[in-house]
């Protein structure tokens, strides 16, 4: 199997459920006869490329964020997630390319 296929497969399930235990990590690799460790592996890969790359996290120099238009920002972002720390994450790099928290209504 492709890495580009299992990664699709993992994003898909992590979609569909909204807690995931390691049972079912597990038994989906055995579904697609992959080790455990192979399949925990990519969803340490994802989650990495998720939180390393970024605007925020590429700028050379940290920016300096407004706490204001963080908070107003992390708000906007929560309708891509339930967790606070990601919203808060996407916010970060929005406001690394615009210093302002711009909504377009």
């Known amino acids: 199997m492709k890495k580009s296929e299992l990664k699709k497969i ?3 399930l992590f ?5 995931i235990k390691d049972e079912l990590i597990h038994s989906t690799a055995e ?17 990495s490329s998720f939180l390393h790359h970024g605007r925020y996290n590429e700028a ?8 204001q238009e963080l908070a107003a920002g992390t708000k ?7 967790d606070p720390i990601i919203a ?12 302002k928290y711009i909504m377009i209504t």
Do not use: F, W
């Not at 906007?76 to 339930?82: A, C, I, P, R």
């Open 31 to 47: 579904e697609l006869k992959l080790s455990k460790d192979a399949v925990e592996n990519t969803i340490y890969g994802l989650l």
């Open 76 to 82: 906007v972002e929560m309708e891509h997630t339930n």
């Open 88 to 99: 808060q994450r996407i916010a970060l790099d929005h406001l690394t390319e615009s210093e």
């Open 10 to 12: 993992l994003i898909e």
């Open 15 to 19: 979609t569909e459920n909204i807690e």
């Open 60 to 67: 050379y120099a940290k920016p300096e964020i407004d706490e």
